[in-house]
């Protein structure tokens, strides 16, 4: 499961990927749109990681 | 701008800065401890902040006034490139998740107050520990100055002028983060996010509505850039695309190495509160990314300023009414306190516990700790308005971009330590002076640009400068073990078991 912490690095350090204005979306640029869908899939994925793992020892 | 008074938009602001000076000294007695008694009552607030105060308090600390100012600002000059704040605040957070946690158990385990603590901890090396130190103070006393920059620039927006206005504000955040520690911002916090969280949705709505929708709010923004020319646009140009990237992930590794960040962490009350808010910081994201947009919907609003940094202050004045820009201008100002404090508190913490403690009185006791700490803070904010006061802008700007630099430079020291302990400390010693060394030269060589190039065959690449010195840092560090491993395969014992 930890992979998926690699997944946000990926898709938004590979500019050129999303480097364009089309397909927009409500008069958002792809560019931008794109980067600003990261945030809460970023979450997300943070999230399965957490869900995933076992919880800390008891203190 | 403006020089007439704006007395509506003063009065708001007067009332919500009044409201968070009376927060910040009844905050010594929230969730009390004895403040004066212990440094991690005092410097951490008593390590017992759940998930929502260390949400509140690291989105406050880590998305700052400045932010809110030299964002849109960035974005309004050169378009997509200054979106790069975007996925570098989105990357962060896998990285916190998985690498902060360990460091606060590490912490926690023993009594750990700063970065340099555990580097001393783990490699037993005063020098690597001084490194640490003195690298965290330098890097964040212009990053204090900058959010001075942000209060002053709204305060401008009001119509003020001179300079009391800002030294009133700072003496006062002195005072109360003297007394009360770290509580203060955490709780200032609380009302500074929950401000700028309204101004921005409202903003965010308000103004496209206002502007044609966001079509037109783009559709402006390509047009100035088409005519400006240059570096400039809506999507990159090629050459800009590896710039980008290595200027977020740059950005990203650096940002848990500041003074402030690691703070917020060290405060935090368990390990779990850590990885809970890399699921939720994300939401700070989020409004950063409209608040980028603040940059573009400046062209739809035909606004034109001298200095892009007063961009956001002229946007609000132009299109709501003083009441609202009066909030929106306490809420950048605010933002600006909370980062601050948090900034001066994380160098007073340094400063007492890997030079004072271990140079000057090393069997000083823990109220003798929280005792230096709070006269340090005040000396690092007075050194950090002084800054502002003496010298020209730009030189806060180039030493927070240094900053960013340098910092990045501890993160083998303190991070590569939680995970193998095959460095060596001399080698990450060597390793940080070369990274800092070369960065700082590469910079200062290409006028203070954070960009450097270099030719391989016909290929030409422009990357960010402090990720370039984080590669040299980590290959000297690691030739440097290996020559030493050779030479003496005895190594001093870490205070601290492998984990």
Known sequence: MWILLL??????????????????????????????AWVPLSSLLIWLVYRSRAPDEAP | MADRIDWIALAIFLFFFALVTV??????????????AHLDQWGLGGRQFGTWITWFLLGGDFYTAYTVIAVPALVYAVGAYGFFALPYTIIVYPFVFAVMPLLWTTAHAHGYVTAADVVHGTYNSRGLEFAIAITGIVATM??????????GVVIKAMGLTGELPIVAAFIILALYTYSSGL????????????????????????????????????????????????????????????????????????????????????????????????????????LLGLIA????????????????????????????????????FSAIAIGALVPAAVMSIGAANLFTRNVWKSYIDPGISHAGEAAVAKIASLIVKL?????????????????????????????????FGLFTRWFRAEGLLLGWAAGILWGSWTAWSNGLKPLASISLGEGHYTFYVGLGALVLNVAVAAIGTVVLSRVSPDRRHSLTAPS
């Open chain 1, 7 to 36: 997944v946000p690095f990926v898709g938004l350090l590979w500019v050129p990927f999303y480097n364009s204005l089309e397909p927009a979306l409500f008069g958002f640029p792809f560019f931008y749109w794109y980067q600003l």
């Open chain 2, 183 to 286: 509580r203060a911002p955490a709780l200032i916090a609380f009302v500074k996010d929950i401000m700028i969280y309204i101004v921005v949705l409202v903003a965010v709505v308000v103004v496209p509505a206002k502007l044609g929708g966001y079509g037109a709010v783009f559709a402006a923004a390509n047009e100035a850039f088409t005519v400006k020319g240059g570096d400039t646009g809506l999507i990159l140009k090629p050459s800009q695309m590896l710039a980008y990237a290595t200027l977020a992930l740059g950005s990203a590794l650096a940002a848990f190495m500041y003074p402030h960040t690691l703070t917020g962490i060290f405060a935090s009350k368990s390990a779990d509160t850590i990885r809970k808010n890399a699921v939720l910081l994300p939401a700070y994201t989020l």
């Open chain 2, 23 to 36: 927060m910040g000294f009844f905050a010594a007695r929230w969730k009390s401890g004895p403040v004066g």
């Open chain 2, 142 to 151: 212009p990053y204090i100055a900058l959010q001075l920059i942000g209060m």
């Open chain 2, 383 to 415: 050194g950090a308005l002084a800054f502002t006061l003496l010298l020209p802008t730009q030189y806060a700007l180039d030493l927070q971009l240094l900053g960013g630099l340098w910092i990045l430079q501890i993160f083998p020291a303190l991070v």
């Open chain 2, 293 to 328: 947009l603040l940059g573009y919907m400046a062209y739809a609003a035909h606004i034109k300023v001298s200095s892009p940094n007063d961009v956001v202050p002229v946007l609000f004045k132009v299109l709501f009414p003083s009441w609202f820009a009066g909030f929106a």
